[in-house]
């Protein structure tokens, strides 16, 4: 079976089989979200169509880490950077609570 493109075609445009199967995978996200967004029946797979662009040398590098940060990551990095700008010598809640021993 002869597959096209031919994967020398495709290594000629991202070197190495790893970041080959990335960039596949992070174009062909691309177009089916694109095309789920726009409505648009696709006549091929986004796989496929992900492949012939990266064949014909249309498609940049995808895995680059320029990315959107999801709602969670988000507030994680809120989180984190409200704790670091409180005052270092707040009292802790566990200084307002007696311990066990004293109730006795």
């Given at each position: 079976?002869?597959?096209?493109?031919a994967?020398?075609?495709?290594?000629?445009?991202?070197?190495?089989?790893?970041?080959?199967?990335?960039?596949?995978a992070?174009?062909?996200?691309?177009?089916?979200?694109e095309?789920?967004?726009?409505?648009?029946?696709?006549?091929d797979?986004?796989?496929?169509?992900?492949?012939?662009?990266?064949?014909?040398?249309?498609?940049?590098?995808?895995?680059?880490?320029?990315?959107?940060?999801?709602?969670?990551?988000?507030?994680?990095?809120?989180?984190?950077?409200?704790?670091?700008?409180e005052?270092?010598?707040?009292?802790?809640?566990?200084?307002?609570?007696?311990?066990?021993?004293?109730?006795?």
């Amino acid at each position: 079976m002869m597959l096209y493109p031919a994967m020398n075609e495709l290594l000629a445009q991202v070197p190495s089989r790893y970041k080959l199967v990335n960039v596949v995978a992070a174009r062909a996200r691309q177009i089916a979200n694109e095309a789920e967004y726009t409505e648009e029946m696709l006549e091929d797979k986004p796989v496929s169509i992900a492949i012939r662009e990266i064949a014909e040398g249309k498609v940049p590098d995808l895995t680059a880490p320029e990315r959107e940060v999801t709602d969670m990551e988000a507030a994680f990095l809120q989180a984190e950077d409200a704790a670091a700008q409180e005052p270092e010598d707040a009292e802790s809640p566990a200084e307002d609570h007696p311990e066990p021993a004293e109730l006795l």
